[in-house]
């Protein structure tokens, strides 16, 4: 496997990093093109994908280095609009591979379908007679898929709750069904979708009752993926601070997001900078892993922080986060929109488990980014110097200009827009 620790990748052209990576990855003709080309989800193919289609939109697509997993080397291909993401991520990767790379895992893969069921006449008669009939609900749900039955999947295990038991309303008062259904590497929404509609009127039958939802739960708490990573504090050592302050500074920002919901809430939109443009360049659907990753945050009972970070007895810092990844590596999007073929392709994933611990390790990974730059300089120094490139093109630099722009912008400390647009001026006369 190649080393994805490329030093120096950032100062290459575009051309040149293209040219290594069909060097160092083998590429085929076709993937070349494809991550070459400005049109690679072509406007006939997005037109088969959603509805309404008047074109494609764009997002820049960037490659995270350093990435060590498992012993595994990875290059992960990033989609996000957002500059210093990409270079964080490959930043802390550096780190955590020399303290070892991540260790990750899965423990099991389950989606889970519902199926929701009103007015019973008797509740828990219905929930008790639901259970006995477990194994006919669950053969009808695979007989409803067979492919992935055959393919090693299909249902697992079933259950079922009252919602509301003492509550009046008829409204209110529930039985919900879980299916919990081996997907293999598909995220599986359309699979359990199709089961559970399928096996909605057995359920009618069987409850006396009426039902109405049938659908896919995006709390996947069957399906968490973990990673950890263990620094010892001389590799954390950045310019003035000394590794013992910047793992200690990283703790404390920690238990500030595990108090308090308004610093959890950008704590892990931190971390969801370095998972979100993975999903989304592996053409896996983004809104079902940040739903899922939030509710699991307040799982118990208040929303807090999607990571851990400690000092262990010699005195390394500990990082851990564990989330739910419903990702696959087939259906979907991700063997339809070319350059997710090729995001899979160069990460030489085989499984939508390997795939959801990458994606978790590289959420790690960025949420470090992000504490040890407000743990020591600040978040501004790193992250608005190379946003000053996105400043300057906001305030009319084009061409050869936007790099003069940018260093002027970096050099007077005024990374802003209005001041960009003064510069241009100036550069103009
Ligand atoms: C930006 C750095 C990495 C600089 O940090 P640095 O210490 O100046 O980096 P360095 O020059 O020592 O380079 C170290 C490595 O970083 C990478 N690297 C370094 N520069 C580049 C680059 N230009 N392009 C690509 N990769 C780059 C590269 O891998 C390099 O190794 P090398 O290959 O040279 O041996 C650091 O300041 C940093 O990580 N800052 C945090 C950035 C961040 O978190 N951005 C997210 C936006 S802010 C936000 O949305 C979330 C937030 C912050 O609110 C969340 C929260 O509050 O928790
Ligand atoms: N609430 C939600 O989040 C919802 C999400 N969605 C959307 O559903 C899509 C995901 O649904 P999903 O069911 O995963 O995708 P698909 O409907 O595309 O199904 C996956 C396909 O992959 C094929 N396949 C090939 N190899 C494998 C393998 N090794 N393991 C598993 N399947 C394999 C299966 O073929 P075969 O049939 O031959 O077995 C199946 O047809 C996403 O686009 C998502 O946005 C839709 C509804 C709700």
Redesign the pocket.
């Known amino acids: 496997m190649t080393s994805s ?7 290459m052209t575009v051309e040149e990093r293209r040219a290594l990576l069909r060097e160092a990855f083998s590429l085929t003709e076709a993937e070349t093109q494809n991550v070459s080309d400005a049109d690679a989800l072509t406007v006939g193919k997005a037109d088969n994908m959603i509805e309404n289609v008047i074109g494609t939109y764009q997002l820049p697509f ?1 490659l995270g ?2 990435f060590l997993v498992n012993g595994k080397e990875y290059v992960v291909p990033m989609a996000i609009e ?13 780190i955590v591979r020399e303290a070892g790379g991540f260790q990750t895992e899965s423990k099991e893969r389950r989606m889970i379908g519902q199926i929701q069921v009103v007015g019973c006449p008797d509740f828990q008669e219905a929930e008790q007679q639901i259970l006995h009939q477990k194994e006919l609900l669950m053969k009808a749900a695979d007989d409803a898929y067979p492919s992935i039955v055959r393919r090693g999947g299909g249902v697992k295990d079933l259950d079922v709750r009252i919602l509301n038991e003492e509550d009046a309303s008829s409204y209110s008062k529930m039985l919900v069904m879980h299916i919990y259904v081996d997907t293999c590497d598909a995220m599986g929404a359309n699979m359990i979708n199709t089961m559970v509609e399928s096996i909605a009127p057995i359920v009618e039958e069987i409850t006396k009752g009426k039902v109405y939802l049938r659908i896919l739960s995006n709390y996947a708490d069957r399906s968490l993926a973990t990673a950890k990573c263990v620094i010892p504090p001389h590799l954390l050592q ?2 003035t601070f000394a590794g013992e302050e910047v793992r200690d500074g990283v703790i404390h ?1 920690y238990e500030f ?1 595990a108090s308090d919901p308004y ?1 959890a809430v ?6 969801m ?1 370095g998972i979100d443009p993975v999903v989304i360049a592996t053409g896996n659907d983004w809104r079902a892993v940040e739903a899922g990753a939030h509710a699991y945050a307040a799982r118990n009972g208040h929303y807090g922080s999607m990571t851990t970070w400690s000092k262990d007895e010699e005195g390394n810092l500990v990082g851990e986060i564990e989330l739910p990844m419903s990702v696959g590596t087939v259906g979907g999007a991700t063997r339809v929109h070319p350059l997710a073929d090729f995001s899979l392709s160069i990460m030489h994933i085989e499984s939508a488990e390997e795939l959801a611990q990458v994606i978790v390790a590289v959420g790690l990974a ?2 470090l ?6 743990a020591t ?1 600040g ?1 501004q ?3 608005m ?3 000053s490139r996105s400043v300057a093109i906001a305030g009319g630099a084009t061409g050869e200009m936007i790099d003069v722009i940018a260093k002027q912008l970096v050099e007077q400390q005024e990374i802003r827009v209005g001041k960009a647009e003064e510069l241009v001026e100036q550069y103009k006369k």
């Open positions: 620790r490329i030093p120096g990748f950032y100062n960037g280095l350093n957002e500059a210093s993401v990409v270079a964080s991520a490959s930043h802390i990767a550096k950045t310019g920002a997001a610093r950008t704590h892990n939109k931190g971390i900078n960025q949420n980014g992000a504490l040890k730059a407000l300089d978040i120094k790193g992250h110097a190379l946003h």
